[in-house]
């Protein structure tokens, strides 16, 4: 629902498959390393938070925090050369 390119018939913004995976691509990062899952939380018992959320991607040990797009941009990541 969020991506506008797929809730359409047509491919609105998206006119090159490059762009349709890039929006694809961002819509996964952000379901699993932004945006905390309700049924991924786990209770905390020593603070005044009822519970910790959590992101698909904490739930797996991939990250210890929910990250942010700025973050995501931020982030170099280590490529090989051809």
């Given at each position: 629902?969020?991506?506008?390119?797929?809730?359409?018939?047509?491919?609105?913004?998206a006119k090159r498959d490059v762009t349709f995976d890039a929006l694809i691509h961002l819509q996964l990062f952000e379901y699993?390393?932004?945006?905390p899952h309700r049924a991924l939380r786990l209770p905390?018992?020593?603070t005044p938070q009822r519970y910790q959320r959590r992101t698909p991607a904490m739930a797996l040990g991939l990250t210890d925090h929910p990250?942010?797009?700025t973050m995501f941009l931020m982030t170099s990541?280590?490529?090989?050369?051809?």
């Open positions: 629902m969020r991506l506008n390119a797929l809730t359409r018939k047509t491919h609105a913004f699993n390393w932004i945006c905390r018992y020593s990250w942010s797009f990541l280590y490529t090989t050369s051809q």
